[in-house]
Every structure is written in C-alpha cells, then in structure tokens.
C-alpha cells in the first residue's frame, strides 16, 4: 500500500487519450461476445421478444443439414487455402527479397490486393469467371476446350480459393519480407562459399529463422480462412440469394439475416469461435514443442 502513488496529470491525460479504443473494446469486442453468447440460448426472430431456449439451438446443430454442408466447406476451403497461401507468400516474398531494378513495383503489385475493396475484387472475379465470356473461358475456347461453369458447385470451391489466396500473398508477403530482411546476410554467404546448394540455404538457413513469421502466418491465415466471407458471398451467391459453396460465416448470415433465426445464427457464430480458439491452442502447444526439439 506505501508503494501507491497518486496519478500525475500526465496519466489522466493517458486515461483521457485511451478511453475511446479502452470504451470500444469494452462494449464492442467483449459486449459483442457477451451478447452473442446471450443470444444463442434464445429464440429470437429480431420482431419479438426473445424467449429462453436453453441449449437446444447447440442440441439442433448437428441435425441441421446446411450448418453441415457449410462446416464441411469451411473445413475443405482451409485445408486449400491455409498451405497455399503460406507456401505462395514465402516464395514470392523469397523471390522479391532481392535488390534488383524496379523490386518496389513489384512488392506494390503483390500487395495491392490486399488493400482493394473486396466488393470491387469480387466483381471483377466475377466477371473473369463468368460462363458466357468471361476472360476464363475465352482462354479455354481459345486452347479448343469447353466454356467451364466456375462458380457451379463442383468448381466453386477451387474458384474461391484461388481468389482468397490472390487477395491473401500480400499480407503474407509482407511478413515474411520482414522475416528474411532480419537474417544476417553472413550466414547465406558462408554457407554459399561453403558449396551449399540454393535449396540447402532456403532448407537449414531460411527456414528456421522464418519459423517465428511462419508459424503467425498460419495462425493468422487460418483464422482468416474461418472467417471468410466477402469473396464467397461475392462470387457464389445465387438468384434466390442462396450459395453454391456457403461457409460457415455465410451460413451465419443467412441463418440470422434471412431466415431471422437469431439463437441458430448465434448458436453457429459461437461454434465457430471456439474452433479457431481451440485450433489457435492447439498450434501454440506445437510451436512449443517444436521450440523445445530445436
């Protein structure tokens, strides 16, 4: 109790200064989980009064044929999307680690996709991929081939992967650029004189030290392939307002917003944060022990 010191003006300041994003992140963040939580033990359809429901929303989920379809499409699109976009940053950001005229044009070109409206991206997918001429299937028709249905139900999902990884090297690029431009120099050059072949230095030399940027690039890239949204409701969503690959999010949406099944919609929303928090857990305990092997 002696060591307690009355706050100085300076730190009311402080407090005055961080109040804003503290009050946001109080009633933004943690007032939206809290709510959602609240929700999802409820029936609500946003007209009526909310009536208590228990937990039968979470007993329904797995009855409920499109949270399977969505789940099983969230789990598909991560397993594509995750090792693509990690392994397609890592050599971009490889090869644009150089000092070569015009290299900052480049690094602009990669990452400009990132920072573009995902609604203006989409549509211009969506034109690329469109049946009757689309920029896709003019190449196909030209190599002699078929005009392809991309965004059916058969393609969609490989459709959207390529356009999510395409927005995605960027960001990932960026980290990893962050990652090699830490690497002393030295060590390749050594290494180099030493008679170690381009894949031996990337193998014992880059690697290892990209191990921390590569393991938050996966985090990071499969939260993101968790909540990905914007492209799949862009690209794949029908006439009837339906989708030919919903996700998760998408089915969320379309649960709350459509059908005003609020308790499902937060029931599914609350589902989804625990497998990212679980699967976040799950590689923090490996990168643990693949610290403690090292």
């Given at each position: 109790?002696?060591?307690?010191?009355?706050?100085?003006?300076?730190?009311?300041?402080?407090?005055?200064?961080?109040?804003?994003?503290?009050?946001?992140?109080?009633?933004?963040?943690?007032?939206?989980?809290?709510?959602?939580?609240?929700?999802?033990?409820?029936?609500?359809?946003?007209?009526?009064?909310?009536?208590?429901?228990?937990?039968?929303?979470?007993?329904?989920?797995?009855?409920?044929?499109?949270?399977?379809?969505?789940?099983w499409n969230?789990?598909?699109?991560?397993?594509l999307y995750?090792?693509?976009?990690?392994?397609?940053?890592?050599?971009?950001?490889?090869?644009?680690?150089?000092?070569?005229?015009?290299?900052?044009?480049?690094?602009?070109?990669?990452?400009?996709?990132?920072?573009?409206?995902?609604?203006?991206?989409?549509?211009?997918?969506?034109?690329?991929?469109?049946?009757?001429?689309?920029?896709?299937?003019?190449?196909?028709?030209?190599?002699?081939?078929?005009?392809?249905?991309?965004?059916?139900?058969?393609?969609?999902?490989?459709?959207?992967?390529?356009?999510?990884?395409?927005?995605?090297?960027?960001?990932?690029?960026?980290?990893?650029?962050?990652?090699?431009?830490?690497?002393?120099?030295?060590?390749?050059?050594?290494?180099?004189?030493?008679?170690?072949?381009?894949?031996?230095?990337?193998?014992?030399?880059?690697?290892?030290?990209?191990?921390?940027?590569?393991?938050?690039?996966?985090?990071?890239?499969?939260?993101?392939?968790?909540?990905?949204?914007?492209?799949?409701?862009?690209?794949?969503?029908?006439?009837?307002?339906?989708?030919?690959?919903?996700?998760?999010?998408?089915?969320?949406?379309?649960?709350?917003?459509?059908?005003?099944?609020?308790?499902?919609?937060?029931?599914?929303?609350?589902?989804?944060?625990?497998?990212?928090?679980?699967?976040?857990?799950?590689?923090?305990?490996?990168?643990?022990?693949?610290?403690?092997?090292?």
């Amino acid at each position: 109790m002696g060591n307690l010191r009355p706050m100085g003006p300076e730190r009311w300041w402080v407090l005055v200064f961080l109040a804003p994003t503290l009050l946001g992140l109080l009633l933004g963040t943690f007032g939206s989980i809290f709510a959602t939580l609240g929700i999802s033990f409820t029936d609500w359809d946003l007209l009526t009064p909310a009536t208590l429901a228990g937990i039968s929303n979470y007993v329904d989920l797995p009855g409920d044929r499109l949270f399977r379809n969505a789940l099983w499409n969230t789990l598909a699109f991560s397993a594509l999307y995750v090792p693509a976009t990690v392994i397609i940053s890592l050599f971009v950001a490889i090869g644009l680690n150089r000092r070569i005229p015009g290299i900052s044009f480049f690094r602009v070109a990669f990452f400009l996709p990132t920072v573009s409206s995902p609604t203006a991206v989409g549509l211009l997918w969506t034109w690329i991929y469109a049946e009757n001429n689309g920029l896709m299937n003019r190449i196909v028709t030209a190599l002699g081939g078929d005009p392809v249905s991309w965004l059916s139900r058969d393609v969609a999902l490989y459709s959207v992967v390529i356009v999510n990884v395409w927005g995605a090297i960027g960001g990932g690029m960026i980290i990893f650029l962050a990652g090699l431009q830490s690497i002393p120099k030295d060590h390749c050059e050594v290494a180099a004189l030493d008679g170690a072949t381009p894949w031996q230095r990337l193998r014992f030399i880059t690697l290892p030290a990209l191990a921390p940027a590569m393991f938050f690039q996966i985090v990071l890239t499969t939260i993101n392939a968790f909540q990905a949204f914007d492209y799949i409701y862009i690209l794949t969503r029908t006439g009837n307002g339906n989708s030919t690959m919903p996700t998760l999010v998408f089915s969320i949406y379309r649960t709350g917003f459509r059908f005003f099944r609020m308790g499902d919609a937060a029931a599914q929303a609350v589902v989804l944060t625990g497998m990212i928090f679980v699967l976040t857990l799950v590689y923090f305990r490996l990168q643990k022990r693949w610290g403690a092997q090292a």
